[in-house]
């Protein structure tokens, strides 16, 4: 089955730092990725949808500036938390997306928690 | 403007008992709905999912109810299990290929299965 896994799993990082977390698709080829930030009531929020060879399409609220991703390859991603700062904390989710499907493979996400 | 809506917020059943979840949603464009289950500490893992050339969707013991017309889709979980207790989430998105089309998710709705 389809498998995506995030890494660190948790991080702490002091204001106005920055940290890189990592996505790896796992058995299938991941066309796309999308990152999410679920707060701590739970809702989701679209940061970004990289599809690769094509350019990085970010949503309102949400600049490459602080959220720089890569997408090198079918499966790898990763994206830097720039100058990290409280409202920043939440889980960010890294989903992956099989070439000609809708369907997003989550992974258990990075929590990033910001002293 | 919250594009998907879920209710209720929580939900309490008994062992054995059906769980029913609602969802509704604004866009006339979305045509593809997943259900995604999380667990604390983990990130969301599709449970079952619908296309809107379908009004019922069923896997075992989940089961989506969908109606087009009205834009309500339900999901149904019989004879529920304690280890069931999970927050779940509707979502939605558009298109038909895998290289665009965001998901839209609800704000979901935390179930718990008492034995």
């Known amino acids: 089955g389809a498998l995506v896994y995030q890494y660190p799993r948790r991080t702490i990082c002091k204001s106005g730092t920055s940290m890189r977390m990592e996505c790896q698709a796992v058995?299938?080829?991941?066309?796309?990725v999308a990152w999410y930030r679920q707060s701590p009531q739970k809702t989701f929020e679209l940061i970004a949808l990289?599809?690769?060879?094509?350019?990085?399409?970010?949503e309102q609220n949400f600049t490459q500036e602080k959220f720089p991703i890569s997408h090198p390859n079918l499966s790898f991603s990763s994206m830097t938390v720039l100058n990290a700062y409280l409202e920043d904390r939440g889980l960010y989710l890294c989903?992956?997306?099989?070439?000609?499907?809708?369907?997003?493979?989550f992974g258990a996400g990075t929590r990033l928690s910001v002293l | 403007q919250q594009q998907v809506r879920q209710s209720p917020q929580s939900l309490t059943v008994w062992e054995g008992e059906t769980a029913i979840l609602n969802c509704s949603y604004e866009d006339s464009t979305f045509n593809y709905f997943p259900w995604y289950q999380q667990f604390p500490g983990e990130g969301p893992a599709l449970l079952i999912s619908i296309r809107s050339v379908s009004d019922k969707k069923e896997d075992g013991r989940f089961t989506i109810f969908f109606n087009k017309r009205e834009k309500k889709l339900s999901l149904h979980i019989t004879d529920s299990q304690p280890g069931d207790s999970a927050t779940y989430f509707c979502a939605a998105s558009e298109g038909t290929g895998g290289l665009s089309g965001k998901l839209t998710f609800g704000e979901g709705t935390q179930v718990t299965v008492i034995s």
């Open positions: 990289s599809t690769v060879n094509s350019a990085i399409k970010y």
């Open positions: 058995g299938f080829q991941a066309t796309s």
């Open positions: 989903g992956a997306r099989m070439t000609s499907q809708n369907t997003l493979y």
